[in-house]
């Protein structure tokens, strides 16, 4: 009921809660069954133990919202607390019991805290997100952005002061009681202070949205995550807001961050791609499964982010959101030197020696080297953990080879008797299956080689060779299928049939290979009555086999024949509508009858591609070589409707189930039923708005299915004659996985090191993090806490988590003071300042080689002249024609994004905003100033990444841009400079990787 209640965002609401019930209802009864499968005696006790696990479980998650959990090697640690957790909550049992259901509670909570759903449930976690010292009822100092990492990190420790009047006396002792805003209106702050899970409209909330509401050009914010969906939906109100409006100024939104980790990608991605409209570009290709199998070494645990961006299609009236992350570039000559000394000093002390008194000096400098030395390399996978990781990849792929043979075997094993036979028959429901599985496994492996294989002497086989090893058995070598009385031979190739080049061959046999492209790549088009079109020659069938007897139907929760002539009255008058109900019907057959489903959610257009295979009607011009495609389809509707009739939703029918008619009208009746109970569904009305199930995102299609799937699933119990071979329908009748794996114990272990292994281990180094002769990179950690509204408003505190600005109990500072004007200024400047700029104190000085200040003395002096900040410019570098790039972000040449972001971030400083000065020196206005620092900082970002990442996959040459870095001053300010290989600043583009979780 908690759960329910809650009202983070629309996110939420739209994405996460819908799923909350099954999700919990399933958790808790997969742990129920686990334990009884386990002991039934000890019931009561294990549900305790469970029920404080649960509980204690959540404190986990707020290890993941300090930043020290970066610094960590494994920064993940709450899986470290999962497991501590399930040991204590077992405590009460002995040592020997604590082992035994260890898995039977900690595996289905373990897939929960990955899930989507995780973060709402996190919710119940009360935590202060605030660290907060308050002297005498006088003095307030927030050390929330404080942290302990290496100073190699080189993160800037900070807090805020607030001097408080006697009127917050006391106020405080109780404060998480009580939700107010406190005012101090002498220094003209104001405290907003969150309170607790009951209390959603917070004051925090109320000031962020009034502040956004009244924004007019620049939103700058740092925070160490972006993980707030309440914020993405307050910019898109006020985008909304601003339309109505008309207003023709779009608005800004900057935010510095840590780059997404694995923990929070997920969630970053969907507020990215659902709510900002923005798509995710050219990320890094994976290894294939192929490739995975052959590692003959190490891990590749590189991968080249250079062509990588974010698109957005944003006008100038519209609103601009930019993440950014900033990096840290460390000479490499000062890296091997850390490295030296972290050796040095292993070697000549011993453990004993550093821990004595005489040689203290040694003991601190060996620990501040080994910490910052494991810090960056905690950004790297290391030789041992690359291993490990290729070890573990060969077998996931090897497993997968295995679920495969695993489904093919116990299909085919259902059509053998008791005795070894010569030849064996496939029902067309049979080579619908194989074909989709013989279609996905090719796409999955694609060099592999055909061949007849054996299986213990007693069983041959046509099967797909990938390595001598691994091997996919795919249907008897002696297979056939029954069209119309007469046997057609099966092969998955031709290169498998003897008798291939036989005359009329073509049409006795089919192919595997070519059934799967006939029915995957085809050339179809989708036209505007197609699925209508189906839906009446479906109708126009005359089926004199069937015989309807309305009164037979005693369920009165399932429809009557009256109903569904409705619906498929309904879906025949509407083309959208007759599209989504046989897009429904495929895919809840596929879905029940093939586990590698998966496949075709993220290929969308194979499986629309398969619907127009058996829709179509010039299929029987276009039969791709081999006329036996048509009866294929034919007899593929004939089973899928006798299997509806036979079914409790199909009573009212009454067929003979040996008949040689088609019976199409039958499949139209399941396809009625379908959109029968579809439209009873809450999403039937969006859907039915947006005409287009295809449109919808996969969570939504997901969602939808398994919701449709409750009402249509078929049912395996029915027992059928063995002409029609549904033997197969029975074996797969249950959880899929649940059969090829151990029971209990072992098999909980293992799903449960395969989820630890798949969802929190990163196989390859940390975003931005790259190791190059010349330099390495890796993220600057951010821990600062801020957002400022047009640089005159600012509140800082809290977190952009989920519940950061509504629930968790929180206190925050807003305020108008000159000092937060001038420090968000400076922060972001120091950003973006290019090394040769760094502490110059006039326009044309140049600093070179040893005189460039490096990153660490840079960020630690921060010596920033603001208001005459102009002088950062350079004015002398080859020119736009010199610099080349097909870069869609990079418009321009990037010294120009770079000399314009400094010009107007110099105008910011002196108070100048929305005007601009002319030639003449008059002010005109200029209302897109901010816009344009905004695409100037996403070139300067993306520039970055193209640098960072250049050659990344390549052996480099030792000396290959010696000229690039020669150590010389210069102050021959006529020096043209080429920026095409060199960072500016030090911000670059944020990158979100691949299959990220939702803990936010």
Not at 590 to 618: A, N, V
Not at 909 to 918: L, S, V
Not at 922 to 944: P, S, T, V, Y
Request: hydrophobic share 35%; charged share 30%.
């Amino acid at each position: 009921i908690l759960l329910k209640n809650i009202k983070e965002s629309n996110y939420f609401e739209q994405e996460i809660k819908p799923k909350i019930q099954l999700t919990l209802d399933t958790l808790f009864n997969t742990l129920l069954k686990n334990i009884t499968q386990s002991n039934d005696d000890e019931y009561k006790q294990i549900i305790r133990a469970i029920a404080k696990f649960f509980i204690n479980i959540l404190d986990s998650v707020t290890n993941l919202k300090k930043p020290v959990s970066l610094v960590k090697k494994n920064p993940y640690v709450f899986v470290v607390n999962t497991l501590f957790e399930a040991y204590n909550s077992s405590a009460e049992y002995q040592e020997y019991k604590e082992q035994k259901y260890y898995y039977d509670f900690a595996y289905p909570l373990l897939d929960l805290i990955t899930s989507k759903l995780y973060p709402i449930i996190a919710l119940c976690n009360e935590e202060i997100l605030s660290d907060v010292l308050i002297i005498d009822d006088k003095v307030l100092l927030d050390f929330s952005s404080y942290s302990n990492a290496p100073s190699i990190s080189l993160y800037k420790n900070s807090f805020y002061k607030v001097i408080l009047d006697e009127e917050f006396q006391g106020i405080f002792d109780n404060f998480l009681e009580n939700n107010l805003k406190f005012e101090n209106e002498k220094l003209d702050n104001t405290l907003l202070v969150n309170s607790s899970l009951n209390n959603f409209d917070t004051t925090l909330k109320k000031a962020i949205n009034l502040n956004i509401s009244k924004l007019n050009h620049f939103f700058y914010a740092e925070y160490p995550d972006l993980n707030s969906s309440m914020l993405v939906e307050m910019i898109l109100d006020k985008k909304n807001t601003d339309q109505i409006n008309t207003t023709k100024m779009g608005k800004n939104y900057l935010l510095i961050t840590n780059p997404p980790q694995l923990n929070n990608a997920g969630l970053c991605e969907d507020l990215y791609q659902k709510k900002l409209g923005a798509i995710i570009k050219n990320r890094p290709k994976s290894l294939t499964k192929n490739e995975k199998l052959g590692l003959k070494e190490q891990f590749p645990s590189k991968r080249d982010y250079g062509s990588y961006f974010i698109e957005r299609d944003v006008k100038k009236e519209d609103d601009y959101v930019l993440q950014l992350c900033p990096f840290v570039k460390l000479d490499g000559q000062i890296y091997q030197k850390y490295k030296g000394y972290f050796n040095f000093y292993n070697q000549t002390y011993s453990w004993v020696k550093l821990y004595l008194l005489e040689y203290i000096n040694e003991r601190l400098e060996y620990e501040k080297v080994k910490q910052d030395f494991a810090y960056i390399d905690s950004f790297f996978k290391l030789p041992k953990e690359l291993e490990e990781i290729s070890e573990k990849e060969k077998v996931k792929v090897k497993e997968y080879v295995e679920l495969f043979n695993d489904y093919l075997d116990n299909m085919n094993k259902s059509l053998v008797s008791y005795s070894v036979q010569n030849s064996y028959e496939y029902s067309i429901l049979h080579l619908f299956l194989i074909t989709c599985t013989l279609y996905v496994f090719q796409k999955e492996f694609k060099k592999h080689k055909y061949e007849i294989c054996a299986d213990r002497g007693l069983y041959y086989y046509q099967a797909l060779n990938l390595n001598h090893i691994n091997k996919l058995k795919v249907i008897f070598s002696k297979s056939y299928t029954m069209f119309d009385n007469e046997k057609r031979y099966i092969f998955i190739n031709k290169k498998l049939d003897m008798q291939a080049d036989e005359k009329n061959r073509i049409n006795e046999v089919i192919y595997l290979d070519e059934l799967a492209k006939a029915m995957f790549e085809n050339d179809f088009e989708e036209e505007d009555q197609t699925y209508v079109n189906f839906l009446k020659t479906l109708n126009e069938s005359f089926d004199e086999e069937i015989e309807f007897e309305e009164n037979i139907q005693t369920d009165k929760t399932l429809p009557s024949k009256k109903d569904l002539d409705k619906s498929i009255q309904d879906i025949m008058l509407d083309k959208e509508l007759a599209k989504l109900s046989i897009d429904i019907t495929f895919f809840n057959i596929i879905k029940q009858l093939f586990p590698f489903t998966e496949f075709f959610m993220s290929q969308p257009d194979f499986f629309k591609k398969m619907i127009l295979f058996f829709i179509d009607s010039s299929l029987d011009k276009k039969y791709y070589g081999n006329k036996l495609f048509s009866s294929f389809k034919a007899h593929f509707f004939k089973e899928l409707g006798i299997f509806y009739a036979l079914s409790p939703k199909g009573r009212f029918i009454k067929i003979n189930p040996k008949s040689k008619k088609s019976l199409n009208k039958l499949f139209l009746y399941q396809i009625g039923t379908n959109y029968y109970y579809f439209n009873q569904l809450e999403y039937a009305s969006e859907l039915k708005k947006s005409k287009s199930f295809s449109r919808l995102d996969k969570a939504k299609q997901i969602h939808l299915i398994s919701k449709v799937k409750k009402q249509l699933a078929i049912d395996f119990s029915i027992k059928m004659s063995k002409d029609l071979s549904v033997d197969i329908l029975k074996s797969l009748a249950g959880s899929f996985i649940d059969t090829l794996l151990p029971t209990n114990y072992e098999r909980l272990k293992i799903l449960y090191e395969k989820l630890m292994y798949e969802k929190f281990t990163y196989n390859y180094d940390f975003p931005l993090a790259v190791k190059k002769e010349e330099y390495i990179t890796y993220p600057l950690l951010i821990n600062s806490r801020f957002m400022s509204f047009d640089l005159s408003e600012f509140i800082f505190g809290s977190l952009l988590c989920t519940g950061g600005l509504n629930y968790y109990p929180s206190i925050a500072c807003a305020t108008t003071s000159s000092e937060a004007r001038e420090f968000a200024l400076k922060r972001l400047l120091s950003y973006i300042i290019l090394d040769e700029k760094r502490s110059a104190f006039k326009e044309d000085k140049i600093n070179e080689g040893k005189y460039i200040l490096n990153d660490k003395e840079f960020f630690e002096k921060n010596n920033i002249e603001l208001r005459n900040c102009n002088i950062y410019k350079l004015e002398h570098f080859q020119r736009k024609e010199e610099y080349k790039t097909q870069h869609p972000v990079i418009k321009q040449h990037p010294i120009l994004a770079y000399n314009d972001a400094i010009q107007i971030l110099y105008e910011y400083a002196n108070g100048i905003y929305n005007t601009t000065q002319d030639e003449r020196g008059k002010f005109i206005e200029d209302r897109q100033k901010a816009r344009r620092l905004m695409e100037n900082l996403e070139a300067i970002g993306q520039h970055n990444l193209e640098v960072m990442y250049k050659g990344i996959n390549e052996e480099y040459v030792k000396n290959k841009r010696k000229n690039e870095y020669d150590e010389e001053e210069s102050d021959d300010t006529n020096k043209s400079q080429d920026y095409s290989n060199k960072f500016i600043g030090r911000l670059a583009t944020t990158i979100i990787m691949e299959d990220g979780l939702y803990i936010g």
